[in-house]
């Protein structure tokens, strides 16, 4: 039935007719207009400016507005290692910003601690405390690399639903969007980790793609 | 201290002696009492550097930095180290009345002893001469041990970019400096009750579960594929 309504579309625009339906024009609306917003945290971050400039050129995908406000931004690329000392804000921030939003925690650091996974100071991985969205590995990933994980994302937006049970998460009223910002303890963050997002859930629904 | 004749390694174009002994020498002779003795670097570079007791560490810091010939005007780095408490076994002859066959006799007797040697920290300081070009000459103080003795007089009245250095040294050694202006904890939080670069320091234990994705059987099944 969906292979026959797609032909059918492609049909009928051979013919000069367009098609679309709601979800379809506002999840293309929302999927070419990502603002990311201005973070950094280390070197991956040198490699998130790259992207943006004029070589690899994320405008291409209508990323290329960064906000510096959370208040206005739509994806945080978290693009470096995140401190423990660092954490809390970087949860700060998640929160403040306006549903939909999006997470890509990019490089080593960003999804796991990386090199530094085993010292004092350095929080093993972002997906901690925020869900996220794509991961990139890399240690820093290349431009070519988070455009990549930008497109996955974009696929992710575009297959969001709009009604029904399976509807993309920031339509559902009672899903949280702000999560709980550790506290400094005397040892380590407390808590370590956010039981409701930590480790990912199978029927969450920032699972991997396909 | 100016003898041309004998230069050190250390020694800068203008000819300063800026071996350890020579400027032990020099602070001796200019305050009386100084505690300050050379500890030899037995390896290649041969870095000696200079043990100062407390009473006399500002004061002595100043006389490297305000001598006309020394003139160590700038602090390129300060670091702290941490020794802890050591265990030394040692064989000793002792003299023992041993009970022989023939009565008893006093014969010599090896003995293995154990002491503990009590641990410190360290705080090191690298000192340079901007002014004549030469360096480094190497300071250390030590603290009387790892528990509440641990404070050693701060240099940051005296060069002012040990400032943050020893803060930095405060926070992840736990050495309480003396005199420092605003010693706060610089990298960790003020929250944070622990000394993570002290060598028995335990950092909190992983709380990582393993997440089973059905990733991991099937990536070794190919690299068993791959390595038969």
Redesign the interface.
């Known amino acids: 039935m969906e292979q026959e309504l797609k032909d059918l579309k492609v049909e009928l625009q051979k013919q000069g007719i367009f098609t679309t339906t709601l979800e379809e024009i506002y999840n293309w609306g929302r999927k070419n207009s990502v603002w990311p917003l201005t973070f950094g945290l280390a070197c991956c971050a040198i490699e998130m400016i790259a992207t943006s400039m004029a070589r690899y050129d994320i405008a291409r995908f209508g990323a290329e507005v960064f906000r510096p406000s959370p208040r206005q931004a739509d994806l945080m690329i978290v693009a470096g290692t995140v401190t423990?000392?660092m954490a809390p804000q970087v949860v700060r921030l998640y929160n403040q910003m306006p549903e939909p939003k999006y997470v890509i925690a990019m490089g080593a650091c960003a999804i796991s601690g990386g090199p530094f996974r085993?010292?004092?100071?350095v929080l093993?991985g972002i997906d901690r405390y925020v869900p996220v969205d794509v991961h990139i590995p890399g240690c820093p990933p290349r431009p070519e690399a988070l455009l990549h994980a930008f497109i996955t994302l974009q696929k992710k937006i575009d297959a969001q639903q709009l009604r029904g049970e399976g509807r993309a998460h920031h339509l559902k009223a009672d899903t949280p969007s702000e999560y709980p910002v550790p506290d400094?303890?005397?040892?380590?963050l407390e808590p370590?980790?956010n039981d409701e997002v930590f480790?990912?859930k199978?029927e969450s629904p920032f699972k991997?793609l396909p | 201290m100016s003898d041309m004749s004998e230069m050190s390694p250390q020694a800068g174009p203008a000819g300063t002696d800026l071996s350890a002994e020579a400027v032990r020498a020099a602070l001796v002779a200019a305050i009386p009492g100084c505690e300050v003795t050379v500890l030899e670097n037995g390896s290649v570079s041969g870095q000696h550097s200079l043990v100062l007791g407390h009473e006399h560490a500002v004061e002595a810091a100043k006389f490297l930095r305000d001598n006309a010939e020394l003139r160590l005007d700038f602090c390129s780095n300060m670091t702290g180290v941490d020794w802890p408490d050591k265990e030394v076994t040692e064989k000793v002859k002792v003299k023992k009345v041993v009970e022989g066959p023939e009565g008893p006799s006093e014969q010599e007797v090896e003995e293995t002893r154990k002491t503990t040697v009590p641990g410190y920290l360290e705080a090191v300081y690298h000192l340079f001469s901007m002014e004549k070009k030469h360096g480094p000459v190497i300071l250390r103080l030590r603290t009387r041990d790892r528990a509440d003795g641990n404070h050693v007089p701060s240099l940051t009245p005296v060069w002012r970019s040990a400032e943050f250095q020893e803060r930095e040294a405060f926070d992840l050694y736990g050495i309480v400096f003396d005199g420092h202006p605003d010693l706060r904890r610089l990298?960790?939080?003020?929250?944070?009750?622990?000394y993570?670069m002290r060598k028995d320091?335990v950092?909190?234990p992983e709380?990582?579960?393993v997440?089973d994705?059905g990733c991991l059987p099937a990536a070794d099944a190919e690299q068993g594929a791959a390595g038969a």
């Open positions: 423990k000392k085993d010292g004092y100071n093993k400094f303890g005397s040892h380590d370590t980790h480790p990912p199978p991997v | 990298l960790m939080w003020e929250e944070f009750t622990d993570p320091y950092p909190p709380d990582d579960p997440v994705d």
